[in-house]
């Protein structure tokens, strides 16, 4: 098994994942002077082929399946999808084999736990259900073997089984969970995947939406006046709010169009792309403070990657101005080519494991991630969609 990630902090009775400060100086990226233009389709295309060569070449496949990794494998089969490479898809089946197509893996329902938590009693924690996505995905693709989804029809089952609603309470959770959920719906076409979603959803917004920015809070911990960047404003995390941006496109990708929900996710999606269109820096990063760029200066892949991902999506799929929003996404596409992306194929600039953006934290060309690596795959593939 490969090296744990990190114990959570206790905050408001739950445990929450957090991480070490880390002393230094702020990145800067390489300087640029440069019109960002829309690739072809076949240069979108060697940028999958670049970065997902080089992160299979260099890891392997037999790790655990809690969300740091498995959120690369979301990437991966978004990589799949678009070009069809069999060594992608066999690469994300042999992890899921390796994990017996499961999450946590405790079988007494008695002592399945919802907060934080890294051991296989930690089976109602969301960053252990995001692996079902891929194994949704690869039941899906074929073949159909009922092993592939068994534990997703155990653990969602029971979980929409229950009355509680408050099974997501930090940002990350939205993407870890969402999307299985639509996903389950589609298997089962049980109506209640889609109700309890709405349900969980509505919970996570009162804990974490702010109306007025349009934006997230990582959790309650980080909800303004509490909590305030060093500048006394609002501190949106850039991934948290990318975790968030990238599910609802997830979401919005598998509710029918005249699904009665569709509008709710749709209008939450076009209020955060505004705001993060405005929040965008001129060299096409988001920093990791959304609203203080001083906070914690620098570029930071992550967050950058799910908000480029999502404004593609959304231009894609008919739910973005092209016009008003094609710019925003190229400017990211152009920081992540030429910034974030290293000539080997390594993607640099990846805040570690978190829940905040730190001042004075080091991200640099040599901070990389599996969740980074997965967040510039669904980018790459959305603007391979785009380009064709």
Not at 262 to 288: C, H, I, N, V
Request: proline share 5%; aromatic share 14%.
């Amino acid at each position: 098994m490969n090296k744990r990630v990190m114990a959570g902090i206790l905050a408001g009775g739950l445990l929450l994942g957090g991480c070490a400060d880390m002393a230094g100086k702020p990145a800067a990226a390489p300087a640029r002077d440069t019109r960002a233009a829309v690739p072809t389709r076949a240069e979108a295309l060697a940028v999958i082929d670049k970065v997902n060569g080089y992160w299979q070449r260099t890891t392997p496949a037999t790790e655990w399946s809690f969300w740091n990794v498995a959120v690369y494998h979301t990437g991966n089969m978004a990589a799949y999808e678009v070009t069809g490479n069999e060594a992608y898809r066999q690469y994300s089946e042999r992890w899921a084999d390796y994990n017996g197509w499961k999450g946590a893996k405790s079988d007494d329902k008695s002592q399945w736990k919802l907060t934080y938590g890294e051991t296989d009693g930690h089976v109602l924690f969301g960053d252990w259900q995001v692996c079902f996505q891929t194994y949704l995905d690869l039941y899906r693709l074929g073949p159909q073997d009922p092993r592939r989804v068994a534990r997703a029809r155990e653990v969602m089952g029971y979980e929409i089984g229950t009355d509680r609603v408050d099974y997501w309470w930090w940002a990350d959770g939205l993407y870890m969970v969402m999307p299985v959920m639509t996903k389950m719906y589609k298997l089962t076409g049980d109506r209640r995947y889609l109700d309890k979603m709405v349900a969980y959803f509505q919970y996570a917004n009162g804990l974490m939406y702010d109306a007025d920015a349009h934006l997230y809070y990582r959790d309650a911990r980080y909800v303004y006046p509490r909590h305030k960047s060093v500048n006394g404003k609002k501190d949106f995390w850039a991934r948290g709010d990318g975790w968030v941006f990238a599910a609802l496109a997830k979401v919005l990708a598998d509710l029918p169009r005249d699904d009665p929900y569709r509008p709710l996710f749709a209008e939450r999606f076009r209020a955060m792309a505004q705001t993060l269109k405005d929040a965008q820096s001129p060299d096409g990063y988001w920093t990791r403070s959304l609203l203080d760029p001083a906070h914690a200066p620098g570029p930071e892949t992550s967050g950058t990657a799910f908000f480029t991902y999502g404004m593609l999506w959304g231009i894609n799929n008919g739910l973005l101005d092209r016009a008003t929003y094609l710019p925003v996404a190229v400017k990211g596409w152009d920081y992540l080519t030429h910034t974030a992306i290293q000539p080997d194929g390594k993607v640099g600039y990846v805040q570690p494991i978190g829940d905040r953006a730190i001042p004075g934290q080091v991200v640099d060309r040599d901070s990389t991630a599996h969740f980074g690596v997965g967040a510039v795959l669904l980018a790459a593939s959305e603007m391979a969609k785009l380009a064709h």
